[in-house]
């Protein structure tokens, strides 16, 4: 029976922390995570009766019903009554696909549990193991619903000592994960045991699941349910009342998943790195409703009645309406119109929304994913949130522009309004050419990207073929060379070197970024990286590429004046090689001595931005500069009898096999590398040679160095598309005269 209650009601529920719950499910594509979501919606209590019955309810775009994956993270609140107790459950639903892994990692900032579907026939995934793993790093504690229970009857016809067995499996699986991500401390805490009612059994579909526990308590086994699907439809139905998937799922959410005063005890010290001491974070360590507002936010949408919607959790304070923020990474003030609780696509107003909530805000519109709010009086001492890490980068591109001329700002503005939406989509435009150019994770990334355009904005437009984008970086270190600006009033002398791994590995998790204290930063990467540590004291600039620019002057007249114009002019040359235009990447800039113009009228951008880009372009070009290519990661399930076609495959496509695990007497595991340029297409052959009784899953992996024998051949074929001379330059023609 759903119970639907007020906004009021839930509003207030919210205030008691006890009994608050924000959880998130999280899953390899197409295991069931939006179907669960809509068994819950269907039969708990919701605060609107306006999405009450709609099919998947939670993908609330059209896009997403069509092709029934979710690409967009969508929220909603439950009401729930677990031990004669009412509860309510903030839930988000997350993307399975890989493409949008973007999106997992900004929910997961925001939540203090997860439950993790895994499809009982696939098992363990690709994206399983992805999204698990990020939930771990952001200290988010894990739940297993091992989903699509019938289809081990229908499909495999198991015994049920095969079915008990595959449950084992999986469980196992799922728990030597949390054994391998989770931090020390929570190793063991959050290994699942089935006996205590952690893991849930069912289908989504037929909206039935059991625990152990609600096993023994309705007197109704596993093999009951498998009993039921021998039986047909009828007996099935007979079941959902009897045990309800929503019941079991959120039971154990109830009795698992910390609330959010206990979850921010050990959470806040670790996404947050301010003073833990200070007002602010003891505020946050108990989710104060009266500290000072912190309000984290996750998600920007627009919404076309009301503009920008931001999406966050309050982590202290009580958000309402007048309160003015302070935007920590936009350095503006905005104050908020609205709040509001989300209902899928629905938003309910409400007066306010107190700390360890998940709240809708207006007015807020320069705020972007990511952002840390918080009050005026508190500004000047709040450091941000830890900058959130995807564990995926942009690598596909297409030029893009709309069938009809007059169309153009409404493409502009459309395309502004999706990135503010999805930070994983980059849209820049070709100073050259004058191309719309668009970058997402991969080709299905760009694809909806083109279907939102026109369903959701009504623009028809025209596209290049997707081409992978790469990195330039160099192998060698360079020795000292002279930029001079076009005036030669000025002169910079500077070399590059290549970063080692542990630098590159520590920009890359976060432990290293430009804003940071430099005694802190130089003893990490002393310790860490084998820095130098009064070198590594003069870093710069860190920028998104991963390059680093270090300045050892002494003593030098008038830099400091010109330093933010050579670290623009730095950053320009970083965004586009001189080996293909490409950006690059893994480089480390010294700048060993300068002589600066006492005018100012002679040291503008002007004259300093070639006297630093030249001599990286020569110092780059003399240091066995190459491409790096994005290699993505494939995970493949396969009956025994095809997998000599499938390494046929990836071996063809200049794949690597890294291992072949034997998971039973008829499967394989087989775990391999592939260049994303080799990948288009790959889906379809795939399934050609296997018959479609292989599954598989993909992620991006790492950067790495194409090889020798294809990179000019790759560097004049990427030359030639941007309508470049097919030949890269020589380092002569950045050197002065």
Do not use: C
């Not at 059991?210 to 023994?216: D, G, K």
């Not at 690598?395 to 009809?404: C, G, H, L, R, S």
């Not at 080709?443 to 355009?453: A, R, S």
């Not at 920028?543 to 950053?571: H, M, P, S, W």
């Amino acid at each position: 029976m759903v119970r639907y209650k007020s906004v009021e009601y839930v509003q207030k529920l919210m205030s008691d922390l006890e009994k608050v719950r924000n959880i998130g499910i999280i899953a390899h594509v197409d295991h069931g995570k939006t179907t669960t979501t809509d068994s819950l919606l269907a039969a708990a209590g919701i605060i609107s009766s306006r999405v009450a019955g709609e099919a998947l309810a939670m993908d609330y775009l059209d896009i997403e019903q069509k092709r029934q994956m979710t690409v967009k993270a969508a929220n909603i609140s439950l009401y729930h009554e677990y031990g004669g107790k009412p509860y309510v459950i903030n839930l988000i639903d997350t993307p399975g696909h890989v493409d949008f892994t973007g999106k997992v990692t900004r929910s997961l900032r925001v939540l203090d549990g997860a439950i993790v579907v895994v499809d009982a026939v696939e098992g363990v995934m690709t994206q399983t193991e992805t999204v698990l793993r990020q939930a771990l790093e952001e200290r988010v504690r894990p739940l297993l619903f091992i989903n699509k229970v019938d289809r081990l009857i229908k499909e495999l016809r198991l015994q049920p000592h095969e079915i008990q067995q595959k449950f084992v499996d999986i469980i196992k699986e799922v728990n030597s994960l949390i054994q391998e991500y989770a931090e020390p401390e929570f190793k063991e805490k959050w290994l699942l045991d089935p006996a205590k009612g952690m893991v849930a059994f069912g289908s989504a579909k037929d909206k039935i699941g059991l625990t152990v526990p609600t096993s023994h308590k309705k007197g109704i086994k596993v093999l009951d349910m498998m009993e039921a699907y021998r039986k047909g439809r009828e007996a099935v139905e007979e079941l959902q009342k009897l045990i309800p998937l929503h019941e079991s799922l959120l039971d154990m959410v109830v009795k698992f998943i910390p609330n959010p005063t206990e979850a921010q005890l050990y959470r806040i010290p670790k996404i947050w790195k301010g003073d833990i001491d200070s007002d602010v974070g003891k505020a946050m360590l108990k989710a104060d409703p009266n500290g000072p507002v912190v309000y984290l936010i996750n998600d920007m949408r627009v919404d076309p009645h009301a503009g920008l919607v931001a999406t966050g959790r309050v982590f202290s304070g009580t958000i309402k309406p007048g309160v003015e923020l302070w935007l920590v990474g936009a350095r503006t003030a905005q104050r908020v119109l609205q709040v509001s609780l989300y209902m899928g696509p629905y938003r309910e107003v409400v007066d306010s929304v107190v700390a360890g909530n998940i709240a809708a805000v207006l007015g807020i519109d320069k705020a972007r994913a990511g952002e840390t709010s918080v009050t005026m009086d508190v500004k000047d001492v709040v450091s941000p949130f830890e900058k959130l890490h995807y564990i995926s980068e942009p690598v596909v591109t297409m030029a893009i522009e709309p069938k009809k001329t007059t169309d153009l700002m409404k493409l502009i503005d459309a395309l502004r309004k999706m990135s503010i939406e999805d930070p994983n989509l980059v849209v820049k435009i070709n100073e050259e050419t004058g191309e719309y150019l668009i970058s997402g994770m991969g080709h299905l990334h760009l694809e909806i990207v083109l279907t939102l355009l026109k369903e959701n904005y009504g623009l028809e437009v025209d596209t290049t073929p997707p081409v992978v984008v790469f990195r330039e970086t160099i192998r060698t270190p360079s020795q000292v060379i002279e930029g001079k600006s076009p005036n030669k009033h000025n002169r910079l002398y500077v070399s590059v070197e290549p970063l080692n791994e542990e630098t590159i590995k520590l920009i890359q998790q976060g432990a290293i970024v430009e804003d940071m204290d430099a005694r802190e930063r130089a003893k990490i990467l002393r310790d860490q990286a084998g820095w130098d540590y009064d070198e590594a004291r003069k870093i710069w600039a860190i920028d998104e590429n991963i390059n680093v620019f270090v300045d050892k002057t002494a003593g030098i007249q008038y830099l400091r004046e010109v330093k933010d114009t050579i670290i623009q002019g730095y950053r320009l040359a970083m965004r586009e090689g001189p080996l293909a235009m490409e950006p690059v990447r893994g480089v480390k800039v010294v700048l060993h001595d300068a002589l600066i113009h006492e005018d100012p009228a002679h040291r503008g951008p002007a004259q300093l931005y070639p006297a630093i880009r030249n001599p990286i372009y020569a110092g780059i070009l003399l240091s066995r500069p190459t491409l790096l290519e994005p290699i993505q990661k494939i995970d493949v399930r396969t009956p025994v009898d095809f997998m000599s076609s499938i390494i046929s495959v990836l071996s063809k496509r200049r794949g690597k096999i890294i291992n072949v695990i034997q998971l039973s007497n008829n499967v394989a595991r087989i775990i391999g590398e592939v260049p994303v340029s080799e990948s288009v297409d790959l889906a379809n052959e795939l399934r050609g040679v296997t018959a479609g009784k292989a599954f598989w899953g993909t992620e991006f992996s790492k950067w790495s160095p194409v090889p020798d024998s294809l990179l000019i051949d790759m560097v004049r074929k990427i030359r030639e598309r941007k309508g470049l001379k097919p030949e890269p330059p020589n380092p002569d023609d950045f050197m002065p005269l």
